[in-house]
């Protein structure tokens, strides 16, 4: 059995939904911003499974935690730009605030290219620091409904877990997860891709990098 589960993909790659498999599965799981807590905070002890948060110290936490199995979840990067501008909108739409809005609506164009800068950084340095570790890393794509049966195949398979008889993979948080007010302005997908387009052509990626899902 694996020590603990660190789900280390970023933020709208489906993190409230591998929160909710892991309690489906039984496993105590915690979803918060933990890339923000030092490994001594006593959360550590209180759960196995952990998501959400951004750029995760994933080598402090293996090195912490040995025997722990890691999760990045990823999707197509056109899609991940895009469900994070969406989620900028509605949480302006509801008075929310936060380091990503604020940097977002500073200049929505920087934001967008260092969002990218970020991940392509991130995922190759996951990728090169578990080069050869296949076991304790799993790359997946949570948010293809056409995958979904594979994905929780995958999943539980990497896990070394036995699925409850009729568990699906969840799928939370789809269309912002929410009722959106109505009068709140979120645009739909087709508004904002020009936007994430721009953005791929200022760091030097084609228009087709967007479907890529990593690195």
């Known amino acids: 059995m694996f020590n603990k589960l660190f789900c280390i993909g970023f933020n709208k790659t489906g993190t409230s939904s591998m929160h909710r498999l892991c309690g489906e599965l039984g ?8 890339s923000h807590l030092p490994v001594s905070d006593p959360v550590f002890r209180q759960f196995q499974c952990f998501s959400d948060g951004d750029q995760h110290d994933f080598t402090t936490l293996d090195r912490t935690f040995p025997g722990s199995r890691f999760i990045l979840t990823t999707r197509p990067l056109e899609d991940w730009l895009i469900s ?13 605030s936060g380091p990503m809005r604020e940097a977002y609506e500073a200049s929505p164009a920087q934001a967008v290219t260092q969002w990218i800068e970020c991940r392509l950084r991130y995922h190759r340095q996951v990728q090169q620091y578990f080069l050869g570790r296949d076991a304790d890393l799993l790359i997946i794509d949570l948010c293809n409904p056409a995958l979904a049966a594979e994905s929780l195949g995958r ?52 228009s087709d990098c967007g479907r890529s899902v990593f690195p």
């Not at 496993?27 to 933990?34: D, I, K, M, V």
Request: proline share 5%; hydrophobic share 35%.
């Open 84 to 96: 994070r501008i969406q989620h900028i909108e509605y949480r302006r739409s509801i008075g929310a």
């Open 155 to 206: 999943i539980v398979k990497f896990l070394g877990v036995a699925p409850p008889a009729g568990l699906a993979l969840p799928h939370e948080n789809s269309r912002l997860g929410r009722q959106v007010p109505q009068a709140a302005r979120v645009r739909e997908r087709g508004e904002i891709h020009e936007e994430v387009q721009h953005a791929l052509r200022r760091v030097g990626l084609e």
């Open 27 to 34: 496993l105590r799981s915690w979803h918060g911003y933990y």
